[in-house]
């Protein structure tokens, strides 16, 4: 464990904390047939003492020692859970087992492990959440089900996922302890039913049966089958939503437009704010397009190369934003991307095209009313997956791209 302080300019983020500088905000905030619509300026409302600081306060993980502390690989989005008495429960994709520690970042027990047999977990496992009664739920969709054990390490039992219905690849923890799944159909090979063209967003019990659809939205493109075959069209307009406490954030990442929606899917708020999307250069393309044929090579039969590249398409702009998270104490955060033009030669070198490469250190921060508040630039390879209070629980590479879990705090800059 290691300590390091980072002083990052940001905005204070509650009403309680903004003082006067609510009079300094140059956007409005106006009503269309009870909706409110926030448009934002382009310049942030940033003032003197109104920074935080980021302090790391745990790091998790080795390049060489204790196997129990070195970590294969921890997928982005939701590989890393909390527990209510701050235990840490990582998913690592390698090991395909669940690690868990204490909250001071001791090791504690092992989960599961590779295997199709009962508590064990397939490759392609890559979320992990903490459900009320500690009761943690593993997405084994290699397997096609999803599993549930105890912080104890007991395997309580499995409930179905089946591909034909549809598949959860993104998973959700609310703030109530509602599971929140996206569900897509998939062309896939062998499969011959015409393809949903929207994706249900919906409540998941703990017995597999779904609850309430919070929303149907578009079905992405980013990644599908055309006739049998994979396609990924880089920077395809994406929707992409977040649970907001008892809200649902919703966008589609072509625009800098999110819609708050609140109990039973209506429509309370359009945040806004001008963004001009940066193009993609040829030079862009063809880079991007030789790190997939890179990742192809490694992964498939070299006849097949060509074939799968001939799937590989390109937008010509780059999205409006990556993702967005909520942030502690009522704020929203929104994670710029970073175009290639943007990066040094060294660091196109280094780029892993299934690591969210592009995906930007710095993230917009908006209050709770939508305000753009200013900037917070993440410490260098550091990707937050989950929010506690003041604490935020992400996963950081080195030099040599060896991961760890690393939990830094907020706290305020004296004035």
Known sequence: MRSRLFTVAVLAVVAACAGDSTSAWQGSITDSAGIQIVRNPAEPLWGPGEAWTFTEALRIGTAEGEPE???????????IAVAGDGRIVVLDMQGQHLKVFTAGGTYERTI????????????????????????????????????????????????????????????????????????????????????????????????????????????????????????????TPEPLWALFGDHVLYAVNDQYRISVYGAGGTLERVIERPVTRAPVTDADENTLKDLFRKLFAQQAPPETVNQLMAGVHVAEFYPAFVQMLAGPNGTILVQRIEPLSDLTEEEREALDITSGAMAGRDWDVLDAEGRYLGVVTMPLKFQPIQFRGNEIYGTQSDELDVQYVVKLVIGKTAG
Do not use: C, K
């Open 69 to 79: 502390y070195q970590l294969g690989m921890i997928a982005a989005g939701s590989s």
């Open 112 to 235: 599961g492990g590779p295997g199709g047999g009962p508590g064990e977990i397939a490759p392609g496992a890559s979320a992990v959440l903490i459900a009320p009664g500690d009761t943690l739920v593993v997405s084994d969709i290699g397997n096609q089900r999803a599993n549930l054990y105890l912080l104890d390490g007991t395997y309580v039992r499995s409930f179905s996922l089946s591909y034909a219905e549809g598949i959860p690849f993104r998973w959700e923890v609310g703030a109530d302890g509602r599971i929140v799944n996206q569900i897509r159909q998939l062309n896939l090979p062998g499969t011959t039913r015409p393809v949903d063209t929207t994706d249900v967003i919906a409540v998941r019990h703990l017995d597999g049966s779904l609850g309430d659809t919070l929303m149907r939205v578009p079905s992405g493109r980013s990644f599908s089958f055309s006739g049998g075959a994979p396609e990924f069209n880089l920077f």
